[in-house]
Structures are given as structure tokens and as C-alpha cells.
């Protein structure tokens, strides 16, 4: 191999990877539209273990984080600090027993761990790595990322149905509450960024961010952080597998890899949302260098992700769980007005930027421009959280409506046969 | 034959099949788990299409919100939700060739058209970003489909200030 090649290499790994497979097939005599196809399916089978083998690093990460934040010492027995102590974890969930429950839908209760982990899995078909190491940059990528948490919400709700469990069920309900429900702030969220860029791939949007959307949209990043929080279901938004409540929610009847593919699931949408959400506001992969030697673009990818997960775990951490109602009212008397009132303004003020700062003299896409612009946002944001804050606390006094005598909520038929049995 | 035609054959075969399970399976949840089979079916023929954004609305609107809604309401109706009697009732004879003849008659009409022949028109699938702009564009222009789109967002901005009215604990 040449110096330039090797450079070339060292550069852009998985493109020059690529390359090498598809000149092998085409010296091999495929047809061309055979070989993108075996490429791509390549792709996204490496794409898939990668995710895989990242949640076995990601499981100890989370475990020694709770362990040290709680004073304890965590998993510290097999490899340095017990780095590998998910392996044997895993050998272990491996060999455990499959039951099924009694009267469980046999096909939609093994459907259902495929299509929690699935959902999850298919966010990375469209998550941009590098400038070049991407699944697909789709032209409708942020919508797709909502579509594909439909199905995660499919695969919790058959959970909890096919178990023939009530505790199952009420998980399962509570769990769909909770899913719809942020979703309208997420999607409220997500159109932000598509506003100030112009465009929905995710791709896309990053190249967009010469100016991190951290900066411009800093409550559109709250309210994604806090509802992809909620789409992923764990503390403070783990009531629909509270264990001191329903046991654990959707996925009590599940055992062994069953049981492990819903935590599998778990801490990989964990990840994936920090990854989504350095992406979308923190330029993913933008850095020094980083359209000329794309491996850098990967290192910034990785380290923003994992800036953004540690908070995501410390959140875990810190946070009591919260109410169902207090779940349900923050939803819809906070973040969804909030949302829909950013995304009118900063559909407004980008006009009025783009329509006034050019009539006085400033270069579109100039840096005086863009720091212009960044900060006409984020003054406008500023004002906006003041205020919601303000009227949240001038209404958060007032004392919610209590009940002396407790309501019946439904009363049992009179009928004379069931006194007796009662 | 090329590769999108056997995806397109056999996502047709996969959404017809569930359509027909849709309304023969006993357990009402199994039906609603069949539709959503369908729907998706129908999602990836946008896709086949290029229509990328129909195909994600598809998802997110009939998977995401109504076909989860329909499972919702029928995991909180009780009993097994199970059906064991005849799937027939007594006017099967009147709908029978009534749905014989509405076949025929589209499958008549299908046959009849020359569309098939006809080379894809290259209208703006130069530029994909391209085409959700248009999309959005036409839907707010005066001079394309503002009027229905506006109709429409009257008639859900009713349907939901209805939905709260009926909900709302007046004491």
C-alpha cells in the first residue's frame, strides 16, 4: 500500500473499507446494483454489532457512575475496574430459562423485545458519525427519528398486553400516556433546528450548525433533553416500570434474553439520544479539521455523545421519580405551550433577521451575521424563559383542588346474588 | 426484473395479506396488530415511490397515533376480546356481489388505463430536499391547496377543543 493510500486510510477508514469491498465484488463480476446493496447491508450489519458492543461498555459506565455517585464502589472484580463485568452478566442472561406466562400471546410476547431493540436501532440508520460515515441522510431524517419511536412505543404496549399480567398492563398503559404524550413536545422541539436550518436530514443539519443550535435554540435543546428523557422511560420518568408500584411495569413476565433485550434496548436509546441530541444541537461531528480528515469528526462525535450521556446518567441518578400527573401536567401545561410558542417566535424572528440584517448592509452567512444572528436568538430565548418561568411560578401557587371525602370513581352494580360472596 | 420490483411484489403480497387477516382474526388486538402490518406495508410503497415524506407521515401518523389508540381502547375494553361466533351474518348474499362487482369494476378500470407504459415524469426528482419544499409550498400558497389544508386544520382544532369539552370534570 502506497503512503497516500495509507493516509487515505487513516483518514477515512470505513470509506476506503467500503471502496475495497466493492472493487473485490465488482472484480468478482456482480452486477453494480447487487454490489450497493451487499455494501449497504454491510453497513448495517456493522452498524448493528457496533451498537451492540458499545452497550456492553455503556452498562458498566452507568453502573460504576450510580455506584460512585451513591458512595459505593460498583462493579470493580472482572478486568481493571471491573470494565468487563458485562461480559459474564451477559453469559449469564444467555443461559437462563425462557418462561412464558399462562394464557401469554405466544407470537406478540416474543415480538415484542425484537421491536423495542429494533426501534431503537433503526434512530442509527440516520445518526451522522463523521462527514462521511453515515447510514442515510434522508430528507425527512428528523420526522423518521418520531416514526421510529412509534414503533419502540408498539413494542411496550404488546409487552404489556401479551403478558397476561395486570401489573404488565398498567405498565403498559402507563407507558403509552407517557410516550404519546412527549412526543408532541419532541416533534415541537425538533422543528426548531429544521426552521433554522431549512432542512430535515440529520446530516444535513449539522453541516447547518456553523453556529451550535445550542446557542441559537437553548430552550428547543431543553425541551428535546427533557421529552427524549421521557421517550426513553427512565428516572425521573420511570413510572411506567416503577417497582415499588406496578413491580416493573411491562416487563415483569420476561426472562432471560427476553428480559435482556427490553435493557438492552433501555441503555442503548439512552445513548442514542445523547448522540441525537449532540447532533442536532451541539454540530455533531463539526470541529477543527474535521471535513478534511473525517476520523476527527468521528472523535468529536464520540466525546460531545459522551458529554451529554454523562449528564443524561446523573439525571438518572439524581432524580426521584415523578407522579402521573405531575408527568402528564408538566407535559401539557409546560412544555407543549412552551414549544408551540418558540417554534411561531423563531419562525418570526428568522425572518425578520434575515430580512433586516441584509437590508443593513450585513453579507448573508458572514460571521458578523451569524454572530448577529446567534444573538438575537438567544436574547429572544432569553426573554421567553423568563417569562414562562414567571407565569409557571405566579400559577404554580395556586394549591391544586383537594378532596375531603375520597370519590368513588365507579360504583359496583346492586345486586342481590353478590352480597353474599363479598 | 429489477430489484425494487420483487420489493414492491412482495411488500404488496405482505400488505394484502394482512388487510385480509385484518378482518378474519378472532382477537380483536390481533386485528388492530394486522392493520398496523398494512399500514406499514403501504408506508414502504411510498417510500418505493420516492414520496419519503408521505412514507415517515404514514408512519407517524396512522402507526404512531391511530393504530395505538385503537390498541389502547381495546386493551381497556374487558374480556378476552375474543370473537367465537360466525363471521357471517345474514346479508352475506347482498354484500358478496356487491364487492364482487366494485372489484371488477376497479380492477376494469386499472386495466383500461395507459398510464403503465408511460416513463416516470421528471418533474422535480432531480433535487429531493427540492420536493418536501414544494410540498410545503403548495400547501400554503393561495394559488395551490391552502384552502383545504386551513379547512382541515379547522376541522382538528374542533375536533380537539370537542375532545377537552367532553373530558372537562364540570363538578
Redesign the interface.
Same mark, same amino acid.
Given at each position: 500500500m502506497s503512503w497516500n493510500g495509507f493516509l487515505a486510510f487513516v483518514k477515512d477508514p470505513l470509506t476506503e473499507f467500503a471502496k475495497g469491498i466493492t472493487y473485490r465484488l465488482d472484480v468478482w463480476g456482480l452486477s453494480p446494483? !447487487?454490489v450497493n446493496?451487499i455494501v449497504k447491508l454491510l453497513g448495517a450489519f456493522v452498524a448493528c454489532m457496533l451498537s451492540f458492543a458499545l452497550v456492553i461498555l455503556t452498562i458498566w459506565v452507568e453502573r460504576k457512575l450510580y455506584a460512585r455517585v451513591q458512595d459505593r464502589l460498583g462493579p470493580n472484580r472482572v478486568g481493571p475496574w471491573g470494565i468487563f463485568q458485562t461480559v459474564p452478566d451477559m453469559i449469564k442472561i444467555f443461559t437462563k430459562e425462557y418462561i412464558t406466562p399462562d394464557g401469554a400471546?405466544k407470537v406478540?410476547y416474543n415480538l415484542a423485545p425484537i421491536l423495542a431493540v429494533s426501534a431503537v436501532m433503526l434512530i442509527w440508520a440516520v445518526v451522522p458519525f463523521a462527514p462521511t460515515f453515515f447510514g442515510s441522510d =434522508?430528507? %425527512?431524517g428528523a !420526522?423518521?427519528i418520531? #416514526?421510529? $419511536? #412509534? =414503533?419502540g @412505543?408498539?413494542g411496550i =404496549? !404488546?409487552a404489556g398486553?401479551s403478558s397476561n399480567n395486570k401489573y404488565a !398492563?398498567l405498565g #403498559?398503559?402507563r407507558a403509552?400516556a407517557q410516550m %404519546?404524550s412527549y412526543?408532541v413536545p419532541m416533534v415541537l422541539a425538533l422543528l426548531v433546528p429544521v426552521l433554522l436550518s431549512g @432542512?430535515? $436530514?440529520i446530516n444535513?443539519l449539522v453541516k447547518a450548525q456553523s453556529v451550535w443550535f445550542i446557542l441559537l435554540a437553548p430552550l428547543a435543546a431543553f425541551i428535546f433533553f427533557i421529552s427524549s428523557q421521557a421517550e426513553v422511560g427512565r428516572a425521573p420518568f420511570d413510572l411506567l416500570e416503577a417497582e415499588s408500584e406496578i413491580v416493573t411495569g411491562f416487563q415483569v413476565e420476561y426472562s432471560g434474553l427476553k428480559f435482556g433485550m427490553f435493557f438492552v434496548g433501555e441503555f442503548l436509546h439512552a445513548f442514542t439520544i445523547s448522540a441525537l441530541f449532540s447532533a442536532l444541537f451541539l454540530g455533531g461531528w463539526r470541529g477543527p479539521w474535521a471535513e478534511q480528515v473525517p476520523i476527527l469528526g468521528l472523535a468529536y462525535f464520540v466525546i460531545k455523545t459522551s458529554i451529554v450521556y454523562f449528564f443524561v446518567i446523573l439525571l438518572r441518578i439524581a432524580a426521584p421519580r415523578m407522579r402521573i400527573d405531575q408527568m402528564l401536567n408538566f407535559n401539557w401545561k409546560f412544555l407543549v405551550p412552551l414549544g408551540l410558542l418558540l417554534v411561531m417566535v423563531t419562525a418570526v424572528v428568522e425572518k425578520l433577521v434575515i430580512h433586516y440584517y441584509t437590508l443593513w448592509g450585513l453579507e448573508f452567512g458572514s460571521t458578523n451575521y451569524l454572530i448577529l444572528r446567534a444573538v438575537t436568538h438567544l436574547v429572544v430565548n432569553g426573554l421567553i424563559c423568563v417569562g414562562a418561568l414567571w407565569l409557571s411560578q405566579s400559577f404554580g401557587k395556586r394549591e391544586p383542588p383537594r378532596f375531603d371525602a375520597s370519590r368513588a370513581v365507579a360504583v359496583p352494580p346492586q345486586s342481590s346474588e353478590s352480597t353474599a360472596t363479598d | 426484473m429489477t430489484i425494487e420490483k420483487i420489493i414492491f411484489l412482495v411488500i404488496a403480497a405482505i400488505s394484502l395479506g394482512a388487510a385480509l387477516m385484518v378482518v378474519t382474526s378472532r382477537k380483536l388486538i390481533h386485528s388492530a396488530l394486522w392493520l398496523i402490518l398494512t399500514l406499514f406495508g403501504v408506508a414502504v410503497v411510498y417510500g418505493i415511490l420516492d414520496a419519503g415524506f408521505l412514507a415517515v407521515a404514514q408512519v407517524v401518523i396512522y402507526i404512531g397515533a391511530i393504530a395505538i389508540l385503537f390498541i389502547f381502547a381495546v386493551m381497556l375494553t374487558r374480556r378476552a376480546n375474543q370473537d367465537t361466533g360466525s363471521q357471517n351474518n345474514q346479508y352475506w348474499w347482498v354484500a358478496a356481489p356487491l364487492s364482487a362487482l366494485l372489484f371488477g369494476g376497479l380492477v376494469w378500470m386499472m386495466g383500461s388505463w395507459q398510464g403503465y407504459s408511460t416513463e416516470l415524469p421528471k418533474l422535480a426528482l432531480e433535487a429531493k430536499s427540492g420536493m418536501l419544499k414544494q410540498l410545503g409550498q403548495l400547501l400554503v400558497s393561495p394559488d395551490g391547496y391552502v384552502l383545504p389544508f386551513e379547512l382541515a386544520s379547522v376541522l382538528l382544532v374542533a375536533a380537539l377543543i370537542g375532545a377537552i369539552w367532553v373530558a372537562w370534570d364540570r363538578k
Open positions: 446494483e !447487487l446493496v400471546d406478540t =434522508i430528507n %425527512v !420526522l423518521y418520531v #416514526a421510529v $419511536g #412509534a =414503533i @412505543t408498539l =404496549i !404488546l398486553w !398492563l #403498559a398503559f403509552v %404519546v412526543e @432542512t430535515m $436530514g444535513s | -
